[in-house]
């Protein structure tokens, strides 16, 4: 199993240009999950999936969309990104959305917007 | 709203030296805990866990976290430092919300000295 994989590793955008950061998990897994990391703040949740066909915001939703495409797939959308968005971004995934499942992580996507 | 604080931003040790890592935590009701750890480049991954029960919980490589309850603390132990437990440490706490999210602290950077 590969466990959740992230597309692209790296990127580059310029102010205002639009991406689609990919996620897919291999686990089954009901729940997933986007954060955001940034120096000194520790991991911000983005959007999350509690399952498949449903989506809510996190703590900073402002600037993304997401789609939970399939059960495997859940798709971050910056629709004109703004230097703001320079982060680097996590996908997880859990098998139900409960305090005692353990959220698996993504290599994680880096993106520089300029 | 639930938040986890995490006091020391970096710390250095000496290998073979023990390690402590301080979490503190404030939450309403009994929390679930975790810790993680994020080597350069990496995803996350989860060390241990706490959900209930003994309050010294053993975990992956050789780490160990405590829970106290009368001090909202749950700091991870390791007896003996080794140079690969070098890394960023992230403790965090899951969310009363819907989705039982996880919230993160800032994380705390540990170098280790040959």
């Known amino acids: 199993n590969a466990g959740v994989t992230q597309t692209p590793k790296f990127q580059v955008l310029k102010t205002g240009q639009s991406m689609t950061l990919q996620c897919a998990q291999d686990m089954n897994h009901n729940s997933m999950y986007w954060y955001r990391q940034d120096p000194g703040m520790g991991l911000r949740l983005i959007y999350y999936s509690a399952s498949e066909g449903t989506t809510d915001k996190g703590e900073v939703p402002n600037g993304y969309n997401v789609s939970r495409l399939n059960k495997r797939e859940f798709s971050l959308r910056l629709e004109s990104a703004a230097p703001s968005q320079t982060s680097v971004y996590f996908c997880?995934?859990?098998?139900?959305?409960?305090?005692?499942?353990?959220?698996?992580f993504g290599p994680g996507t880096r993106l520089l917007v300029l | 709203a639930q938040s986890v604080t995490q006091p020391d931003i970096h710390i250095t040790v000496s290998e073979g030296a023990s390690l402590e890592l301080r979490c503190n935590y404030s939450y309403g009701a009994t929390p679930y805990l975790f810790w993680y750890v994020q080597s350069p480049g990496q995803g996350l991954q989860l060390l241990l866990k706490y959900f209930s029960g003994d309050t010294l919980v053993q975990g992956i490589k050789g780490f160990e976290a405590e829970f106290k309850r009368s001090q909202s603390s749950f700091n991870l132990r390791k007896p003996s430092v080794h140079w690969s437990d070098a890394a960023e440490y992230f403790c965090a706490v899951v969310s009363s919300g819907s989705a039982r999210q996880l919230t993160f602290g800032s994380g705390t950077q540990l170098t280790v000295l040959p």
């Open positions: 997880a995934s859990s098998s139900v959305p409960g305090s005692q499942e353990t959220q698996y």
